[in-house]
């Protein structure tokens, strides 16, 4: 049997076997957790380092546009920044543009403002959702009580004193915005940032935040959070490890896995090449 | 005892979803429907919501009269049902279209051509700005100008291509992590069962 | 009037609000875009309703003709019926739409998206070759990057983490901006055809 014949045999075998150690891959690291490494880089540094300039009496927008099956991506990374916040004593505003961000946004509070014992409608609010994508977003930033005329839970915006302080998106210090896809960062640089001035920070997933780059470039995001390792090296700068953390540990053998795939492929299609030029 | 229930349906309903890796069956696809089902189940409670909050309260309340337009082109949408007066749910959508391409059209020249050109001007005396300011010149001449007739478009162009690839390459990493990250959060579903 | 002039007509006129209000500072543009804002708000909250509306009428077909799997549709029935009863009367906060939601529908969302990692081991198996100077490129910058998402990559050389942080700031986000900037042109071409009433795909096939 030539080397050929071996490394093709490799590459079309039972797609279920390549599936089965992919999963192993996944859950050995996942059941046995080893602590990973991990260096802060520059952007959850920026984030960090932005919200422990905020003055005190900052309002912060979390705008949540997220879907349930990437709650494993992006929601450590809310939560992180959610405690930074709340630690500082800074307000949080949240509110969604997809339905599901709600949810989201509820998930955040009952893991940190509830247990830290943060008052509603002093300390946080919940907007909840409205529809209308980015004619939403352009009109609630225009007047947030016009649109958002009760909270997530039904009380009036007028009857919340945190809600005394902002009206428009001018009123607010930082927006981090959580996105799984759309406009994205895209349109909230639209609305928010060159409208109002206002800074933002984005947290998006693996796939969306190379195009980000840009923005961040042309000075009109702050920081870009990079899925699950964003939301890893958050946690690790406030001290508070938590979802993304403990996803990090399956990274590894899923990576080295897939580049030996990768490896693999090339080799068979090197080989399979050079036996037809003979 | 429900967050026991709890942790048993989440660990159920993954197993019955991941069961698809080695082929398609009976359990996937009633997984797989009721996942559907709560999907639209929760899109209906949040629209309800909305319609609630967002119409009918401000129309009642502070006797906004005008609500009633929106309502209507509302309710016009679900015209489509009827063959012989489906063209009605076009009016709504029309109103939304109309709405989102108008301030997509207003915010874009102003933050997504300006602004980043403005950023692309840089002097080109480090090698960093002339990579930047080439690869953005070649990826933009690329799509614009498609008549290659030009060695110097022609050039640009292919250059615009490579800094095109190194893109999807960047994305095809991002998304291995992106979707290992899905798939250990799916895990963890399950080893909660082992107390893990 | 053909069935697409009057929804032409409200798409020209709305869009046109919509610009004016963002380029002139005139009180009524300002006035009435907000209001149009508002409107798009409650039809996009019905049009929420409507893609549930068309998924139950597929569903209850199936059933009612008892087409093969029919079961599986009756079940995606209920399951849109109970979250949905529950969330209308009881609202998002009740404990049984909390209970639903967090450890049925979300583990079941997650996995379904968790399935592409397997998906795309078999393609990283079979079919991503560098055939190409192009895909040897793309090839080449997603190891680096993929490298260095692991302290593996670290480990191997500190220079990897350097490099990938100098890829996505140099090269990648020049291709990015490239993207971005003829996108941002194509879709603003766009929109002066959906203006000028050259684009009716929106409003589907049929009708003047």
């Given amino acids: 049997m030539s080397f050929h014949d071996v490394i093709s045999r490799i590459q079309h075998m039972d797609a279920r076997v390549v599936r089965t150690i992919m999963l192993l ?86 893991d940190v403002a509830v247990p830290m014992g943060k008052v509603y409608g002093v300390d946080y609010v919940h907007l909840g959702y409205r529809a209308g994508g980015e004619g939403a977003v352009a009109e609630s930033l225009r007047d947030f009580h016009a649109t958002f005329t009760t909270d997530y839970n039904g009380t009036p915006v007028e009857e ?50 190379p195009s980000h780059y840009p923005y961040l470039d042309a000075g009109q995001i702050i920081a870009l959070m990079n899925d699950t390792k964003g939301g890893a090296e958050y946690e690790t700068l406030i001290g508070r490890p ?4 403990s996803i990090m540990g399956a990274q590894t053998f899923s990576h080295l896995l897939i580049l030996l795939l990768l490896a693999i492929s090339n080799v068979a299609y090197l080989s399979r090449k050079r036996g037809d030029q003979k | 005892m429900n967050a026991t229930i709890g942790v048993w349906l989440g660990a159920i309903t993954t197993v019955m979803i991941l069961s698809y890796l080695w082929g398609d069956n009976e359990l996937f696809k009633f997984a797989e429907h009721v996942f559907v089902g709560l999907g639209a189940g929760h899109s209906i409670t949040m629209a309800f919501g909305n319609i609630r909050d967002s119409a009918f309260k401000p129309l009642i309340n502070q006797n906004r009269l005008l609500l009633i337009v929106p309502i209507i082109l509302g309710l016009m949408l679900y015209a489509r049902f009827n063959r012989k007066f489906s063209y009605l749910s076009r009016w709504g959508v029309a ?56 060695k110097a478009v022609s ?3 292919t250059f615009g291509i490579y800094a095109m690839m190194i893109c999807f390459g960047v994305a095809f990493g991002g998304a291995v992590f992106q979707r290992t990250s899905q798939a250990a959060g799916a895990i963890m579903n399950v080893l909660k069962l082992f107390g893990r | 009037m053909g069935s697409k002039t009057i929804p032409g007509i409200i798409v020209t006129t709305t869009a046109l609000v919509m610009i004016a209000e963002g380029y002139l ?14 409107w798009s708000i409650i039809i996009a909250a019905f049009a929420l309703g409507l893609a549930a509306a068309n998924l139950a009428r597929f569903h209850l077909v199936r059933v009612a003709k008892r087409n093969s799997g029919w079961y599986h549709n009756l079940a995606c029935l209920i399951a849109m019926f109970t979250l949905g009863i529950t969330g209308i009367f009881r609202g998002p906060k009740a404990p049984t739409y909390d209970f639903l939601y967090t450890n049925v529908y979300s583990p079941l969302s997650v996995a379904v998206v968790a399935l592409t ?25 997603a190891v680096i990057i993929m490298l260095s998402n692991i302290p593996v990559g670290d480990a191997i050389s ?51």
């Fill in chain 1, 25 to 110: 891959a996944i859950v050995i690291p996942l059941a046995n957790p080893l602590p990973v490494p991990l260096v802060v880089t520059a952007n959850p540094q920026a984030l960090y380092d932005f919200i422990e300039g905020l003055p005190v009496d900052s309002v912060v927008l979390m705008s949540n546009e997220t879907s349930a099956g990437w709650r494993p991506n992006l929601h450590g990374t809310t939560v992180a920044v959610f405690a930074h916040l709340m630690r500082r004593g800074i307000r949080v505003v949240f509110n969604s543009f997809t339905p599901e961000g709600t949810m989201h946004s509820e998930q955040a509070i009952n």
């Fill in chain 1, 160 to 209: 919340l004193p945190l809600m005394e302080q902002v009206r428009t998106g001018a009123d607010l210090a930082l927006c981090v915005l959580t996105s799984t896809g759309g406009y994205a960062g895209g349109g909230w640089v639209r609305q928010l940032v060159e409208p109002y001035g206002v800074p933002l920070a984005v947290n998006v997933t693996g796939t969306m935040a």
């Fill in chain 3, 117 to 141: 990692i397997f998906f795309i081991a078999t393609a990283a198996l079979r079919a991503i070759t560098a055939r190409n100077a192009g895909a040897t490129i793309l090839l080449i910058a």
């Fill in chain 2, 155 to 157: 050039v640009l162009s």
């Fill in chain 3, 158 to 208: 500190p220079m990897i983490p350097k490099f990938a942080a100098w890829i996505n700031k140099i090269p990648n986000m020049a291709g990015q901006r490239g993207i971005l900037v003829t996108s941002a042109i194509g879709s603003i071409a766009f929109g002066l055809r959906v203006l000028l009433g050259l684009e009716r795909t929106q409003f589907g096939a049929g009708g003047g």
């Fill in chain 3, 25 to 38: 500072n005139v009180d009524l543009f300002k006035t009435v875009g907000s209001e149009f804002r508002a």
């Fill in chain 2, 95 to 150: 109103f939304m279209v109309g709405i989102g391409t108008g301030v997509l059209m207003r915010g874009l020249p102003s933050a997504q051509v300006l602004s980043q050109l403005r950023a692309t001007m840089l002097p080109l005396t480090a090698l960093d700005n002339i990579i930047i300011v080439l690869g953005t010149l070649g990826g933009i001449t690329y799509f614009l100008f498609t008549i290659k007739g030009n």
């Fill in chain 1, 242 to 245: 938590g979802l993304s953390l």
